[in-house]
């Protein structure tokens, strides 16, 4: 039995499960332990902690964890199911071998799973994203300031986003990869920033050891640059939830108050199952924080309910 079981531990549960404990809930976090941004050498924004690295900034929050008897980290561990079970939940945890399946009853969820993202189908982007291919222009764009700088993407939203990414450089070409997603207007607009729009469908990335040096068009054109972004496509990783459904955005976020309550009761949800936006971890770690605030306010009516009234005379 725990008070919450937290459900991811990138910032977001990270930070939440830390003010959880200091409130003296009990709390089970369960990490799958496969970040997405496993792939990001450095990461900026956060505040004494720019250019850190990722991993780090997790080892660190788990070690401080570590000192908190009322947390139990469960690692390399993934969520399975998400049941109703009276007013709580039961939380059902893969196991890493035969028989080793668990599962945990609580009052309270809080999914702090993040996403998964599937990028432009570009045979050699792993070989640079998150060395000199990035998808956080927020985080990143610093870093590649005054370079020529390719933006790879293939949703609506690109011709936005480049407009964004100008802020940074004066040398800005988008490349839809043959995707009709950007319109004669926005086109226009984009000139006239200086930004340009190849249409053509993208063949590779040209560069070595993590730093990318040209894209390559199917039509033999090539193109020299000193770094790049993507636009991902994004998918809240929330499977598991099973009959549960809570409201969503249009776009498949989940919807929450300011306190990050979803529509179903007992169920919260923070970082970037939420909704879409800068993507920092020192956002989700804020947003973590705001979430385990709320449910520390709403607890004690779960703790009342579930002991005998013998023992609150």
Known sequence: MADVVVVGGGPA???ATLNLARALVDAVLVDASRPRNAATLRSHGFLTRDGIRPTELRALAKAELAAYDNVEQVERRSVVSLRRNGDGFTVDIAGRGPGEDRSVETSAVLLTSGLT????GVPSIRAFYGMSVFSCVACDAWDLRGKALALIGETPDIARRAVHLARW?????VFTNAAPVVT???????AALGIRVERGAVADLDGERGAVHSVLLQDGRSFP??????RPRWHVATDFL??????RSDDGFLVTDDGGRTSVPGLYAAGDVVAPGPQQMIIAAGNG?????TIVDDLPSARVARR????LA
């Open 13 to 15: 549960g990270l930070s």
């Open 289 to 293: 924080a705001r979430a385990a605030a």
């Open 184 to 190: 004669e207007p926005e086109e226009t607009a984009l």
């Open 169 to 173: 450089t004066d040398d800005l070409t």
């Open 242 to 247: 099973g009959g549960l459904h809570p409201h």
């Open 225 to 230: 640059i000193d770094g790049g972004f993507v």
């Open 308 to 311: 005998p009234l013998t023992e």
């Open 117 to 120: 993202e599937t990028v432009p």
